[in-house]
């Protein structure tokens, strides 16, 4: 039974739910379903314990982050299984990238605490300004189900090592790994109270937090309606919101193809397609378009989808039952729509072995001759399906581009530098890489624009949401 970290105790609710793991079907625990009970339990004692916390001297703050990191280290076997048994991620992306990009986030932050300098602003030598950053109180951290130990520890690590106290509220899709946070925190010698972890569902636990009165700010990643949502009930206070994406890849023809097609390809297919940053639309210059297709959809159909837990897996299973059907409803929508489907589609995966026959696992889908207003063009489908489209010049590149209600990355692949830099310029998302995956930099600031989110957090972008800025003018 996984319960709740609670001011340094497991606590249980009165009811509980299944989870439920998404390779065979099979129920992998019970999980404690919170309550406003225990979320007012968990907000009491962050608040209690905040004081003490905030006055904690950054180094001794940063230690201890650090005494964390090296305890996910020591775990990370332990944690990439858990990961990948309550999502269905392939392990050899949990444990070589995913748990240890967690320990990384601890160690980072460490370092970011103790250099939290303001600065000062002289008017003539009549008088001077300056800012301090002071620790804001109280944070919800609601994390999605997608890659969760990495995103949960992306919150919590600045919010703590910049002296808050929070409230993490898992997806209640993915507990398991979180759970572990809560106990190595603790191990890690954080005080009680300091991070507590909240399970249970976003309409009852996540409403019941985000609404919460002692709540200063709002660290949210997940979909753009529950954003959209958590805004119109939480009132007054700071908040990020990291959300749902549909990010185009731009290929020209005087670009590196052989490189491009490789990084396309790990775009949208690593980790399972779910994920917020996936080059969900490529965009390919005309003169290249059919050998582009080809060779996509060929590097496509060989990819490995099986058993999440073998390390051989590139593709593994869909969270739910429910979000398996979401995604092939869309593959059904893009083939009414008269998309080209030119690998994967509705038949399930060949060879699955005989315990994972109630699994949700997906092929990797490639539509071809997509029409940029088709429903899989527009709308996020978080699962292993692509659309590539066909453009002429780069007018008309930046256009469709920009034909979307999302905006959070965006991938450029060209030789031509100055191309590059003029699309860059125009191109509506928070994030661009030129010729280049999706490479993740601890200092950058993370996040989107129009619907994929508001605010950025990561590296001193962090102190948006989880600092309040003061000014001190001094007359002299
Ligand atoms: P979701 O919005 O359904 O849930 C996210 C979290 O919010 C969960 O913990 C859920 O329990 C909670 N929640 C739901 N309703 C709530 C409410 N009314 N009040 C408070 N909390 C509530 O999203 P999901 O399905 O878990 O995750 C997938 C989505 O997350 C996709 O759209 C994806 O693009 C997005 N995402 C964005 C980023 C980013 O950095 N921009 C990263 C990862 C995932």
Redesign the pocket.
């Known amino acids: 039974m996984i319960k709740h970290w609670i001011n340094g105790k497991e606590v249980a609710s009165d009811s509980t739910f299944e989870n439920i793991n998404p390779a065979t079907g099979e129920v992998i625990c019970q999980v404690a379903s919170g309550s406003e009970t225990e979320i007012n339990a968990a907000v009491e004692a962050a608040k209690t314990a905040f004081p003490k916390w905030a006055k904690t001297p950054a180094k001794e703050r940063a230690r201890l982050m650090r005494n964390l990191g090296e305890l996910i280290d020591k775990n990370v076997p332990k944690l990439a299984e858990l990961e990948t048994l309550d999502t269905g991620l392939p392990i050899h992306q949990t444990r070589n990238v995913l748990i240890p990009r967690a320990s990384h986030n601890f160690n980072f932050f460490a370092e970011v605490c103790t250099r939290m300098n303001g600065h000062s602003y002289p008017v003539d030598d009549k008088m001077l300004n300056y800012t301090l950053y002071q620790p804001i109180g109280v944070c919800a951290l609601?994390?999605?189900?997608?890659?969760p130990f990495m995103?949960a520890t992306w919150k919590t690590a600045p919010c703590l090592a910049l002296g808050n106290t929070a409230v993490l509220?898992?997806?209640?899709?993915s507990p398991l790994t979180a759970n572990e946070l809560g106990r190595l925190a603790l191990e890690a010698g954080i005080p009680e109270g300091v991070l507590n972890v909240v399970q249970?569902?976003?309409?009852t636990?996540?409403?019941a937090?985000?609404t919460h009165n002692d709540i200063r700010a709002i660290s949210?990643?997940?979909?753009?309606?529950?954003?959209k949502?958590?805004l119109k009930?939480a009132g007054l206070k700071k908040y990020s919101m990291?959300?749902?994406?549909k990010s185009p890849v731009l290929i020209f023809d005087d670009a590196d193809l052989e490189r491009a097609l490789d990084a396309a390809l790990f775009t949208i297919f690593s980790l399972n397609g779910?994920?917020?940053?996936a080059g969900s639309r490529i965009f390919i210059q005309e003169s290249v378009y059919d050998e582009f297709v080809k060779e996509f959809a060929a590097r496509a159909k060989r990819l490995i989808v099986g058993d999440p837990q073998d390390f051989n897996t590139q593709v593994g299973s869909m969270i739910t039952r429910q979000?398996y059907e979401k995604v092939t409803g869309y593959i059904r929508i893009g083939m009414e729509e008269g998309a080209n489907l030119v690998a994967g589609g509705l038949e399930r995966p060949q060879h699955l072995p005989a315990h994972l026959q109630k699994g949700n696992f997906i092929q990797p889908t490639v539509f071809a001759d997509v029409d940029n207003r088709m429903r899989i063009a527009q709308e996020?489908i978080?699962g292993p399906v692509v659309c590539l489209m066909k453009f002429k010049d780069e007018t008309e590149a930046l256009q469709l581009a920009n034909d979307v209600e999302y905006g959070?990355a965006s991938y450029i692949w060209t030789q031509d530098i100055t191309k590059a830099l003029r699309l860059a310029d125009g191109i509506e998302s928070g994030m661009v890489f030129i010729n280049s995956q999706n490479i993740r930099d601890l200092r950058q600031p993370?996040?989107?624009i129009k619907a994929?989110?508001v605010g950025r957090e990561g590296g001193e972008y962090s102190f948006e949401v989880f600092t309040e800025i003061k000014n001190v003018c001094i007359s002299m």
Do not use: D
């Open positions: 609601i994390s999605p189900w997608n890659v995103t509220k898992m997806s209640e899709l249970g569902y976003g309409s636990a996540g409403h937090l985000v949210f990643t997940g979909g753009t309606a529950t954003g949502n958590i009930h990291e959300l749902g994406g779910e994920r917020c940053t979000h996020e978080f959070l993370f996040g989107g994929s989110g």
